[in-house]
């Protein structure tokens, strides 16, 4: 939910990206994907307890059990949200923290200091936040093609109610000029270093248009001061794009009158492969149309019982149209009903019943709809680093009699 004349995102703007020349450039791309982070200072990890039964730990992240959202509400509470991080949670005092706004698209480069942030006009905004990655062992398990990078499953996700300033009202303060065209926020986070290439702080450029349509400088979430490892004490919260975008920790922003480039929008966050060109696609932004079904992998159902079957929803093109959902392996599909808020950067939630005549394994599909009408499919073309699986899941359960 988008509050104080803030709108949903109605379409994206691509940067474009210059890509290094010769063979570190290929060098680059692999150790950054595939290579163990190493933090050069802070504490590694995370700071917030990881307890099983919620979460699935994958080294410097953490992915949500789909199960931990059954009776919880709309919004993933902060200690049931998913981590995504390339090191470690670094520890910030808001006391002394800053935010420093330069680069040549601006006429006044400042800066401003956390209190004063919170003296701004601030909006709330319902917003899902989802690693590019979401689903990537999908690729291996339901494609058969082996991929690099954390080995999530459909957990990389969640919803919060974020409340901050618009990033237009920094950028205007600091005399935004017309002739302006990309901003690139960076983390506080240390250095992320890979097979001995540092590619420094992690930083991703985005279109001014983008800049100034919707995103926030967010220091709340679900009305709490952000949690150190959501980006405390403040990140930018980009509605409808990969997660990467939403830079956690955020200590400067650079406004340029040209394109900017970062490892993180030329060599990563790209589809490589052999549906792709050599110098891979377009930098990704707007995530695509999924769902998801609020039961463990590999539940077990007892027979000849209805059961009430819960999930939810989402795409980076708009609100959910219809989710639909099948109990033989796609041969006939059942129309889901919907409920509670239907919003667009977030997602909407669905149940259906289901009561199973025989025992044994089965799989259930859940297909979701856009506004636009983009329609899940069966399956998602490869890419060589695994991004944006975006294939109806097979999500496999056991009946069992009672």
């Not at 990563?268 to 110098?279: D, N, V, W």
């Not at 709809?369 to 999500?395: C, S």
Request: net charge neutral.
């Amino acid at each position: 939910m988008l509050h104080e004349d803030l709108n949903d995102e109605a379409g994206h703007q691509r940067a474009r990206a210059e890509r290094p020349a010769g063979d570190r450039c290929d060098r680059l791309r692999l150790a950054a994907v595939g290579g163990e982070p190493v933090s050069g200072e802070g504490t590694r990890g995370i700071v917030k307890p990881l307890l099983p039964e919620t979460f699935i730990a994958h080294g410097t992240s953490a992915e949500m059990r789909w199960e931990a959202m059954r009776d919880v509400g709309y919004h993933v509470p902060n200690d049931r949200f998913f981590v995504r991080s390339h090191t470690s949670t670094p520890i910030i005092d808001a006391a002394t923290w800053r935010l420093e706004l330069h680069g040549t698209g601006l006429r006044n480069p400042r800066s401003f200091g956390y209190k004063e942030l919170l003296e701004l006009p601030a909006v709330t905004m319902d917003v899902a936040i989802e690693c590019a990655g979401n689903g990537r062992s999908l690729f291996a398990t339901q494609q058969g093609q082996k991929v690099s990078g954390t080995p999530w499953r459909l957990g990389g996700i969640g919803v919060a109610r974020w409340r901050g300033v618009p990033l237009a009202t920094v950028l205007e303060r600091a005399g935004l000029t017309p002739d302006a065209v990309d901003v690139m926020p960076r983390g506080l986070d240390p250095d992320y270093v890979a097979d001995g290439i540092n590619l420094g702080r992690v930083r991703r450029p985005i279109p001014v248009s983008k800049a100034l349509r919707d995103v926030i400088l967010a220091y709340e979430m679900n009305d709490r001061p952000l949690p150190p490892d959501h980006g405390y004490p403040v990140r930018l919260v980009v509605p409808s794009w990969i997660g990467l975008a939403s830079i956690k920790w955020v200590g400067d922003i650079e406004v340029s009158t040209s394109p900017l480039t970062s490892p993180w929008n030329t060599e990563l966050y790209r589809m490589f492969g052999a549906a792709y060109p050599p110098e891979g696609s377009a930098p990704l932004t707007v995530r695509g149309v999924r769902s998801a079904f609020e039961l463990p992998w590999e539940a077990r159902l007892i027979a000849r019982r209805t059961h009430l079957l819960y999930g939810r929803a989402w795409s980076g093109n708009g609100r959910i149209a219809g989710v639909e959902v099948s109990f033989d392996d796609g041969v006939t599909w059942h129309r889901a009903q919907l409920q509670g808020p239907q919003i667009g950067p977030a997602w909407t939630r669905w149940h259906i019943t289901w009561n199973p005549p025989q025992t044994g394994p089965h799989v259930l599909l859940a297909r979701a709809t856009d506004e636009t009408g983009a329609v899940q499919q069966m399956r998602t073309t490869p890419n060589d680093h695994g991004y944006l699986f975006d294939a109806v899941v097979r999500h496999p359960v056991t009946v069992v009699s009672g």
